[in-house]
């Protein structure tokens, strides 16, 4: 997920589990604890740009780092903090708790999560919500807010701050339900139009919920389709995409193309532009490909040698204008 889930989410957790204790404050290392997981990007100078995409939620997204890590803080910060009524077990909680709930709820986007790291490379993503909702976030900022701005001894604070943590879990079962209840809408569609393919997966569109992207591989390329859940019926236009194996033969020796085929879980396609070789893993969909089938997919990494590929993920974004964009995917979320 974004920063500011994990900070709110964080917070909240700080809250439920040390606010009694010290105030505000627990709101402050709640957030820090839920945040510490993403420190992994500061090894990014040290790795190549596709070494990066597996360094990033990799052994600090792990079942043993917060298994592990959380004993090793919760003895420092009570050494540290020595003057509070806060325990060693009160720390190493507070940090486990906030590990646990930033993997997990890292692991339920497209990106994948390395939660059995070092001792398998397997990520695990269940695809259910966007890394970046606001209809979760927000909600549960404003609570976290409510909580923050209201008396340490106040009732107030524990109240507003379970309210924030509820509505958030809701939501989150909610995401799983819509998951289950698209594909079944969407495989039906898919089934319908007798396509063959080994595989299918549904995964939300971004900022939203509501308009969900399928793709289906077989041995040749992919069925592309897209979802509301406002929609009248779930007769869809699934398009084709070609995977395009072939423009891979100069880069078969290419470490790069090893570690984007092992990150995108083997969903990908090459495309080539202008004599650029382009890789784009298919699990992050397109920029409004539910109405130009032929739109830059949201990652697309060159290829050719010593290519600044730092912003891979988000080259496309840039061919659009944002507005546009937004008032597309508004449009195509109330439905056909």
């Known amino acids: 997920m974004d920063s500011l889930t994990h900070l709110v989410l964080g917070a909240a957790i700080g809250e439920a589990v040390l606010g009694k204790k010290i105030g505000r404050k ?14 992994d990007v500061l090894a990014s100078p040290c790795f190549t740009n ?3 995409l597996l360094v990033h939620r990799g052994f600090t997204h792990s079942f043993l780092f917060a298994a592990l890590m959380p004993l090793l803080l919760g003895w420092l910060f009570r050494k540290w903090n020595m003057k509070t009524e806060v325990s060693w077990k009160s720390w190493s909680l507070l940090f486990f708790l906030g590990f646990t709930s930033h993997i997990f709820i890292d692991s339920l986007t497209a990106y994948g999560t390395g939660w059995f ?6 990520r695990v993503a269940f695809n259910t919500i966007f890394v970046a909702d ?20 106040s009732p107030r604070r524990l109240k507003w701050n379970k309210i924030g943590l509820i509505i958030s879990s ?10 289950w209840h698209v594909t079944n809408e969407m495989h039906e569609s898919l089934i319908k139009e007798k396509h063959q393919t080994t595989d299918f997966v549904t995964t939300p569109t971004a900022l939203n919920n509501f308009l969900w992207m399928a793709y289906a591989p077989d041995s040749t390329g992919y069925w592309l389709g897209y979802y509301s859940i406002f929609d009248k019926t779930n ?16 880069y078969l020796n290419d470490h790069s193309v090893k570690i984007l085929k092992q990150f995108s879980k083997g969903y990908y396609c090459i495309s080539s532009h202008k004599g650029e070789v382009y890789f784009n893993d298919i699990r992050f969909g397109q920029m409004g490909g539910f109405d130009k089938p032929d739109s830059s997919f949201v990652f697309s990494f060159k290829l050719s040698q010593n290519a600044d590929n730092s912003m891979a993920l988000n080259r496309s974004k840039f061919k659009v204008s944002v507005s546009d964009a937004f008032s597309s995917l508004i449009t195509r979320i109330k439905g056909k």
Do not use: H
Request: glycine letters at 2%; aromatic letters at 18%.
């Open 170 to 179: 809701l939501y989150l079962v909610f995401t799983i339900l819509n998951k």
């Open 26 to 39: 627990a709101m402050l290392w709640g957030a820090i604890a839920d945040t510490i997981p993403d420190f």
């Open 117 to 122: 790291e070092p001792f398998s490379s397997y």
């Open 235 to 250: 007769n869809i236009d699934y398009y084709r995409v070609n995977k395009n194996d072939y423009l891979l033969s100069p």
């Open 134 to 153: 606001p209809f979760y976030t927000l909600p549960f900022l404003i609570c976290v807010l409510i909580a923050l701005i209201a008396k340490n001894s």
């Open 50 to 52: 596709a070494q990066q």
